[in-house]
């Protein structure tokens, strides 16, 4: 813990703000990535179905959508973004989809990040939230995927208002996702 500490003051003088909250960001994406998100090495198998797929929340609890947006990730293919909420994955998706799950009333930390492959390294791009669910809730999260022709890769996590998050969960397709084991 000292050595630690130790490493934590001096990282903070001797390099700028930016590079210090990459350099943590990097570190514990090895990890546990960031508040919210469950192992790094999990990973998903993914499949998408068009039309409807209505939903409503439990009794009780509140329902939240993650919807990803791929539409300015200029490669191919795209990532397979996950979602954690409270330090578990619940779900991933791929390519302009989203999926649904229930949780309790109360505050939630959530987080998004793209799935790693074989050999990859664990550094991959992760963003984070938190948000208060209230019962019979309904709350939708966008995680924006952006590739650059320069090569900065990016994940931002934001949430919606719920017109427009509706609009767009009527126009992308539903992810199906399983653990791999």
């Given amino acids: ?36 998100c469950g192992p790094a090495h999990a990973r998903f198998n993914v499949r998408t179905e068009t039309g409807p797929h209505p939903a409503q929340p439990e009794a009780g609890k509140a329902l939240v959508y993650f919807i990803q947006d791929d539409s300015d990730f200029n490669s191919r293919p795209r990532p397979t973004s996950r979602m954690g909420v409270d330090g578990a994955w619940v779900g991933a998706t791929k390519s302009n989809s989203y999926f649904y799950f229930s949780v309790d009333p109360g505050v939630h930390h959530i987080c998004a990040g793209w799935q790693m492959t074989e050999g990859e390294p664990t ?10 669910a209230e019962a019979n809730g309904v709350y939708y999260f966008e995680a924006k995927d952006t590739l650059g022709y320069g090569g900065s890769a990016s994940i931002d996590l ?24």
């Fill in 1 to 36: 813990m000292i050595k630690m500490t130790v490493l934590a003051l001096v990282t903070i003088f001797l390099f700028p703000s930016g590079m210090v909250a990459t350099m943590f960001a990097q570190n514990s994406a090895q990890n546990a990535i960031a508040p919210g």
């Fill in 123 to 132: 550094n991959h791009n992760t963003a984070a939230a938190h948000f208060t």
């Fill in 158 to 181: 934001k949430p919606l208002d719920s017109d427009e998050g509706q609009l767009l969960v009527d126009q992308l397709s539903f992810s199906i996702s399983q653990p791999k084991k």
